[in-house]
């Protein structure tokens, strides 16, 4: 079984920057499509963005232009890198595994293998 563990997480002011990764092992090849999901208290499970295993990414709309998914296979390594944070930013991501195709930002409910998520905090 493909397992998946994120950190990085922290504490950032407004406006600021972070990295969060995702490092897999076990089953390589479990999962075609990898993707960033968030999840803030009584809301949503909600799509930030996915990669496939050819490099293709699909970024949500609302998170374009201030995102950036790179899954490095050497190591094995999801990463997610967002800029301009803002305090509705704020929620726990996680990092999900799956095999549909094609590899497209939305639903999480496809996604097989996920870890056990990272807390980000976003403050004014």
């Known amino acids: 079984q493909e397992r998946l563990v994120e950190s990085g997480g922290g504490s950032v002011q407004s406006g600021g920057s972070l990295s969060v990764s995702c490092r897999a092992s076990?089953?390589?090849?479990?999962?075609?499509?990898k993707g960033w999901f968030r999840q803030a208290p009584g809301k949503e499970r909600e799509g930030v963005g996915v990669?496939?295993?050819?490099?293709?990414?699909d970024y949500a709309d609302s998170f374009k232009g201030r995102i950036s998914i790179a899954y490095d296979d050497g190591q094995r390594i999801l990463s997610l890198r967002m800029n301009d944070l803002k305090p509705e930013d704020t929620a726990m991501y996680y990092c999900?595994?799956?095999?549909?195709?094609?590899?497209?930002?939305?639903?999480?409910?496809?996604?097989?293998?996920w870890g056990q998520g990272t807390q980000v905090t976003v403050s004014t």
């Open positions: 999900a595994s799956g095999t549909q195709r094609p590899c497209l930002s939305g639903s999480y409910r496809r996604f097989r293998t």
């Open positions: 076990g089953l390589r090849y479990a999962g075609y499509c």
């Open positions: 990669i496939d295993s050819e490099g293709n990414v």
